[in-house]
């Protein structure tokens, strides 16, 4: 038996800009290998690297989807079906577009894989596969160790290990809560320890980057888990919230454990848009405290912001952008709000008929799909390309890098990949996207 589990490249269609740099892995799909009984034979094919070979004799293919590359993932599954092969489809996408997905699939899988995966493979050898597996909140004990083996390209991509899922916050615009729920599930301590000397020593793998979606989310755990990581001397980076950065003993232990950089989502220099979203817990007058603490301890940040809030008018990426600069922000990364599906932000904006984009290729956080406020889609979009540029001219990105050589070069590349990669993608990709629709805010 052979199965091949695919990550759909939303690009493979169209002509683009793309730069050679490390990305992210498809963790997911190496975990679902883990999971995936010895006997049988499995490939990996990342389409951001290999373009997927149809006709290749496999039994059953699994495809995982994002929204953005939701469309992709259904012209491969359709293939593979004229072809007489079985399609799983599963991710957060079918997940929460479950009746839109089964039309391109012999089965979807609804969340999490493990504990239910075994069950589709064994339904699957015995000819009963169901229509739709659903699974909620496993126990991540049972988590195998992702099988990096799998990936020809292995050297690049960054080394991404993650400990635990779910996130005690409840924001508005995201659907972690929703797929993983508000309890902070974790992996044995021991296991995550295994993997991370599973990458060696090699330069390339001295930096490590827990996705988890809030490191720190089970602050018992955290503690823990840093204090094993202080004898493998690594350097790591990872995602939390400002509220949990209060918490002095839990920062100098992060330091001690080989944290350099921290993603953080300030979202917006709004209060009212904060409490939109559902953020309250972020304290615009605290950021600059919070970032000048972060570098005293010589930790990087490396900052979310949203535009396309009700209060966001046309001023908001100057002085977004002037706050970074300001702050002394190492890095930052900007996106439009977004109505993703499983979101309340989803609901509230399809309820008011806010929502005018239905292509789901444009719901990657860099295309304007329902209309602002207090600016149209065009001018939102605009504005998130002024602030690419602007804030990742050379010369900043100069002073960065200068910055933060000592303390997290890795920081670097990410500076250098914003440079070279994104703001002349985001020029190469709105070319591609021709058909973007010019509407007027109503």
Known sequence: ??????????????????????????????????LTPNDIKMEIVDERFRKVRFNDGVD?????????????????????????????????????????ASLHADSVVLGEAEGIWEKVIDDFRKGTLKPVYSNSCPDLSKTPLPRWDLLPERNRYVNFVQTSRGCPNDCAFCSVTTFSGRKVRVRPIESVIKEIKSFGSSAIRKFIIFVDDNIFGNLKYAKELLKNLIP????????????????????????????RALFIGFETLSEKALKQINKSFNRV???????????????????????????????????????????KVDSAIFSILTPLPGTRLYKEFK????????????????????????????????????????????????????????????????????????????????????????????
């Open 1 to 34: 038996m052979r199965i091949k589990f695919i990550y759909p490249d939303r690009y493979a269609n169209l002509k683009k800009f793309r730069l050679s740099l490390l990305r992210s892995p498809p963790l997911n799909l190496l975990t679902l290998a883990g």
């Open 232 to 259: 493998l001397k690594i350097k790591w980076g990872s995602e939390t919230s400002i509220n949990l950065l209060k918490d002095m003993e839990l920062l100098k232990l992060a330091v001690k454990s080989g944290c």
């Open 60 to 100: 059953l293919v699994a495809i995982t989807a994002l929204t953005c590359n939701a469309p992709r993932a259904y012209e491969i599954a359709d293939e593979y079906r004229r072809q007489g092969k079985c399609v799983i489809l599963g991710g957060i996408h079918p997940t929460f577009m479950s009746e839109e």
């Open 285 to 327: 007058k605290e950021y600059k405290k919070i970032i000048k603490t972060l570098h005293h301890y010589g930790v990087a940040v490396h900052a979310s912001l949203i535009y396309g809030f009700d209060d966001d008018d046309s001023d908001v990426f100057k002085r977004t952008v002037d706050f970074l600069e300001e702050a």
């Open 351 to 442: 309820q008011n008929n806010r929502i005018f984009e239905r292509d789901w290729t444009k719901f990657d956080a860099l295309h304007s799909t329902f209309y602002p406020k207090k600016m149209t889609p065009k001018e939102l979009e605009a504005g998130l390309d002024w602030s690419y540029r602007e804030y990742y001219r050379p010369r900043r990105v100069l002073s960065r890098i200068f910055r933060i050589a000592k303390t997290c070069p890795f920081m670097i590349p990410v500076n250098l990949g914003y440079m070279l990669g994104v703001r002349r993608g985001l020029v190469a990709d709105r070319k591609n996207n021709k058909d973007l629709r010019s509407v007027n805010h109503k």
